[in-house]
């Protein structure tokens, strides 16, 4: 009798096991990628346009709890998205949800629809520093050029002011005295001129904010498979098949 129902119960939990694991639906995961532009500095360096790690917390704390009220429907859940710094000095975002094969397409149009709103938030950021960079080019070029035009005129200024005659002593006078009055806009107008050269150089690398990846299904189901839950039915067949064969003797012999 112990065996028999060790056996029923056992076979009962396997058969349940393998049926819900044959039955359910496979779930996906969907993936996008999201590669955080570059702006450049004063200095000349070009930096991100917002921290990758600032860029996660908006994600999770505003944008993704935004999007779902917007997005969805006062019936329609989704699962929870999860966000993941994958490269910090690449600027490199993951953003993932696992959900029912027949879901899949409504869980890319959100991961879409979330993407699109960073985008464009960090697009208008980057506007801003644009501008002020652009600003900034047109100061530089200005100084540089008043720099050249006062340089011109000095010369002429002194040629003018000392005599014209063919004297070796005028003509040293001249020099040194033009040397003297170039020097320091000479050093000015070389800081410009690397400076200048320095964020043209950066407007080069000026990258926007981008889709590294559009939200993709993966082609393997995700989670827990067919056959670990049968296998964890057999183990758990077992043990309550003993524990119900232990649990009928002791009524038996409560009799």
Known sequence: RRRLTILLVFLAVVLGAGAY???REPVHAVTSLIEIGEVPEAGGRVVKTDSPETVVARLQDVLIPAARESYLGPDEQLPPIEVELVNANGGLIRLSGEIALSRTDQMQ???GAVGDDLLEELA???ADRLEWFGERLA???SRLDAIEIREGSLSEDISAELPSNRSEFARVLRDVINLSLNRDQQENRWELEDRLA???SAAVQIVPTQ???KPSISDN???TGTSLIVALGIVLGLMLGVFAA???EFLVNAR
Do not use: C, N
Request: aromatic share 8%; no cysteine.
């Open 246 to 248: 232990f649990i009928r």
């Open 211 to 213: 889709i590294a990846r």
């Open 221 to 223: 189901s995700v989670g």
């Open 139 to 141: 100061s530089l070029q």
């Open 21 to 23: 694991g044959v039955s």
């Open 109 to 111: 149009s959100f991961l």
């Open 198 to 200: 320095a964020l043209q």
């Open 124 to 126: 208008a950021e980057r």
